[in-house]
């Protein structure tokens, strides 16, 4: 290569390697740094679903937990899991980088899942047999056995934590934006991303779940810890070509100091002239391969932190980038919101969805029986078959009349999978009022251990459909907050979509309770123990309801939501003052 040509080959959106040199893309990132970080997620998605798609089982059958109790401990659980992103955002971004705090969860995460495996094969330890019918029977669990399984769950979801926001942000970061080509790979990843997600659940759901049911918990769980080990040793394998970018601060101080400083400010004239608001040199963000955003008319209330009025101090005066970048961060604040709801209902395929299974017939052929979590897999399945559509078929057609390099936008994509959920929670209705007239048929009403005559594949519409709609909604979401955050806040964009999924968890919990306890009080449950006494089809029929005034409300935030630019903007504008400069020095 001659000199120049070195020099073109090097990234120009600031990511380094571990020691803090500039990278050349020729070496490191693209498709060859990803395909280590895509092959880590399909290994550890087998490994996180392995435990999570059959927790409820394990709790009912093991612990002897009720319904309410069983799908509350999961869901405040996988909560859990999906609300520490915000921490592991936070150092990744403030203190230690994307890479070192990974490293360091991954070790977290695989003690948690070492300590889970065996709290679930030592004798002692794990929870004592019952072969009883009524489970109100059994001997239940010790403080130390609840301690040791509850204990190593949430170390697991602290482990995740750390894992989560960064695998995804590490995968994207490979992808130098300023390169036209790379630019347009970028484009896919996400979808491919999720594509790899999917495919280790595929496994959990069928292979881990089978295991789980008719071997034993302690392979069952031993199989994902291994999993787990060999995902974390192939994305260590890729170390060599992996593109870093240097933390930037807390995004979390950033924001709070631009509120602070404009709530200090708010009786101060705004001025008009943009020489009177506060801006570092190009060359300050050059050095760190980053460009000064331009000011934006939204919430202009957040433009006087950047006011030149009153003292220097940091907390009274913020650049204008510091205040856009904020800006963006509450812009996407409604759009998270209207996530909460399908959320919850991604909640219902590990808890009520599989308690449905466990009441009907089960069997395929001869002695095979399908466990009810593995239904779970025609979630994932549908939603890989749905991706590849989406990618090569549905994207090449809208991109025709749209214009747009994705077929459609972020927000229209998400859209589609919100109507997806509203028709889901219908026919999952339609489906339960079904089952349960079946059981009332047969004088099975009453009866909590017999399976009802009806095949366990009655359930199938409603999960294919919900991989359906993942394959719109969890897509976007993912891509949309990572696309939206600001440069040097893209593990917070990113832990966003986890907080969406941790938020509706939560969400789902408290639902799930309280209907229960009102329900109780007023006749007859729609969540009891014995699921042919309950009325989970008006359950359901509520999920619909709340779906559609949630779409309704979806409308009102994407007609005021204004994108985001993009960063090679902010490039050509400068590329343009270059330009203008030296007309007027020639002149």
């Avoid at 005034?549 to 270059?578: H, I, Q």
Wanted: net charge positive.
């Amino acid at each position: 290569m001659t000199v120049e040509e070195v020099g073109d080959d090097y990234t120009k959106d600031g990511t380094v390697d571990l020691r803090g040199n500039p990278v050349r893309r020729s070496i490191r990132g693209r498709w060859k740094a990803c395909s280590f970080v895509v092959v880590y997620e399909v290994f550890e998605r087998m490994a996180y679903y392995g435990i999570s798609s059959n927790l409820v089982i394990y709790m009912t059958t093991k612990l002897h937990q009720g319904t309410v109790k069983s799908s509350n401990n999961v869901t405040n659980w996988v909560g859990t899991s999906w609300l520490t992103p915000i921490l592991g955002a936070y150092v990744a971004d403030a203190h230690l980088g994307r890479y070192i705090t990974f490293v360091i969860s991954c070790a977290i995460y695989f003690s948690g899942m070492l300590v889970l495996t065996l709290s679930v094969s030592i004798p002692g330890i794990k929870p004592p047999e019952c072969s009883t019918a009524n489970a109100e029977d059994c001997k239940k669990a010790s403080v130390l056995q609840l301690a040791v399984f509850f204990g190593a769950l949430y170390t697991l979801a602290i482990g995740t934590g750390g894992t989560k926001p960064n695998i995804s942000t590490i995968g994207a970061d490979q992808f130098d934006v300023f390169d036209p080509k790379e630019k347009t790979q970028k484009l896919s990843f996400f979808n491919w991303w999720m594509f790899s997600i999917f495919f280790g659940t595929l496994f959990a759901n069928t292979v881990l779940v089978y295991v789980q049911d008719n071997v034993g918990w302690a392979l069952g769980y031993g199989l994902p810890t291994i999993g787990l080990a060999i995902s974390i040793s192939i994305f260590l394998m890729g170390t060599p070509f992996y593109r870093h970018k240097l933390p930037t601060g807390s995004p979390f101080t950033k924001m709070a100091r631009v509120i602070v400083a404009s709530l200090r400010k708010a009786k101060a004239p705004m001025a008009r002239d943009l020489a009177q608001f506060h801006e570092l040199p190009s060359l300050e963000y050059e050095r760190k391969g980053a460009f000064p955003i331009q000011p934006t008319p939204s919430l202009r209330f957040l433009d006087r932190a950047s006011l030149k009025s009153g003292t220097t101090h940091k907390w009274n005066l913020c650049t204008i980038t510091e205040v856009e970048e904020t800006k963006q961060m509450l812009r996407m604040l409604p759009v998270l919101f209207i996530t909460f709801v399908p959320s919850m209902m991604i909640a219902q395929i590990n808890t009520l969805f599989v308690k449905q299974g466990t009441t009907l017939d089960r069997k395929v052929t001869g002695n095979f029986s399908i466990p009810p979590a593995s239904l779970g897999g025609f979630v994932t399945l549908s939603m890989l078959i749905s991706i590849v559509i989406y990618d090569r078929v549905f994207v090449k057609l809208t991109r025709k009349f749209t214009g747009n390099p994705r077929g459609v936008t972020l927000l229209q994509r998400m859209g589609i999978g919100l109507i997806f959920h509203i028709v889901i929670m219908i026919v999952a209705s339609v489906t339960e009022r079904y089952r349960l007239n079946i059981a009332a048929e047969h004088g099975l009403t009453h009866q909590n251990k017999v399976e009802l005559p009806l095949t366990i594949f009655a359930l199938l519409p409603q999960f294919v459909l919900m991989g359906m709609a993942d394959s719109f909604l969890e897509v976007a979401k993912l891509e949309f907050f990572y696309d939206q955050a600001p440069e040097s806040m893209k593990s917070l964009g990113t832990s966003y979509s986890t907080t969406s999924l941790a938020v509706g968890n939560f969400m789902s919990s408290f639902l799930l309770s309280t209907v229960s306890e009102i329900t109780k009080k007023r006749g007859r449950g729609w969540i009891l123990n014995n699921l042919n006494e309950s009325r989970l089809d008006y359950y359901y029929l509520f999920f619909a309801a709340l779906n559609l005034v949630n779409f309704v409300l979806f409308l009102v935030v994407v007609k005021f939501y204004v994108y985001r630019a993009e960063v090679t903007d902010s490039a050509n504008v400068k590329e343009v003052e270059m330009k203008v400069n030296d007309v007027k020095e020639n002149e």
